[in-house]
């Protein structure tokens, strides 16, 4: 029997067959069947929906509410712009980058987590804008990214985890007696590079690669980091070692930041031996 392939666009669909799909898989079994006297929304009337709450993380189809638990930074919509860009969704997308544009404001009277806030915004908004070279993508994460680098400001360079977008309070969460997480306090450094390299300042990429160093300072010798590490003395604190939660994304992240340099070397070897000037490696 021959396996079918679904290589080539007709049998995949198009991007708006995909979009439809997810909506009818996801969403439609939580929406009033037609038999209670109420039409299943169409595709337009769903996105429309949706779009009223970009601000929001999480988007609930059967009451038709957003819940603002992530400060109304719209952590899901910024974390999808590249996803959209690349599908070729263009009417999604502009939708999207206006409300960026016209509607997004960091300046938000909110303790958000350091490490959310890199991955998601930070991070969300540099691919966008390697993928687009709009320039609104580049400004809004170095607005976002000014906002968090006070987090840094510790006596030893190891970030807290909590800081107030408006104030520039940090502080760690009182759950950690005062010690700031490996996960969340050594996994900045690419997209703070990243910006660093794309608007021409160091200043992040040296907030972030201090951090290395200092852990580099104590550097056990079976390489196992602990999950807290204090934020003044820059030590390791007695405390459990794990590759699951608080300090999975630190291993991730060294792995991710071989494949770059791999990728970085290698682009410039073929760059040199074709004669291209330079080229840009997407996050």
Not at 235 to 254: K, P, R, V
Request: aromatic share 10%; hydrophobic share 40%.
């Amino acid at each position: 029997m021959e396996s079918k392939s679904l290589s080539s666009q007709s049998e995949i669909g198009s991007a708006e067959d995909v979009v439809q799909a997810l909506l009818d898989y996801l969403v439609a079994p939580m929406l009033p069947l037609k038999s209670a006297g109420r039409e299943v929304p169409s595709l337009e009337q769903q996105q429309s929906q949706l779009y009223q709450h970009f601000e929001f993380l999480c988007y609930q189809p059967q009451t038709k509410n957003g819940v603002d638990s992530f400060g109304g930074l719209g952590a899901t919509l910024i974390d999808s712009l590249d996803t959209l860009y690349i599908m070729g969704l263009d009417e999604q997308f502009q939708r999207a980058r206006e409300w960026v544009a016209n509607s997004l404001d960091f300046n938000k009277n909110y303790d958000a987590s350091v490490f959310e806030t890199t991955i998601r915004v930070v991070g969300g908004l540099l691919s966008t804008y390697d993928l687009s070279g709009d320039k609104i993508f580049l400004e809004k994460a170095k607005d976002i990214a000014d906002r968090l680098l006070p987090a840094w400001d510790t006596q030893s360079g190891i970030p807290y985890n909590i800081i107030n977008l408006a104030h520039g309070n940090a502080h760690n969460p009182g759950w950690t007696g005062g010690d700031s997480i490996l996960a969340d306090s050594a996994t900045e450094q690419m997209e703070f590079i990243a910006l660093s390299q794309r608007i021409g300042d160091p200043k992040y990429q040296q907030k972030v690669e201090n951090v290395i160093a200092q852990l580099n300072k104590t550097f056990p010798a079976d390489g196992l980091l602990p999950i807290y590490i204090n934020p003044h003395r820059g030590t390791q604190s007695y405390s459990t070692i794990t590759f699951g939660a608080m300090g999975d994304i630190l291993t991730i992240q060294c792995f991710e930041m071989i494949y770059v340099d791999l990728a970085e070397l290698f682009s410039m070897n073929i760059c040199s031996k074709f004669g291209f000037k330079e080229t840009r490696l997407l996050l």
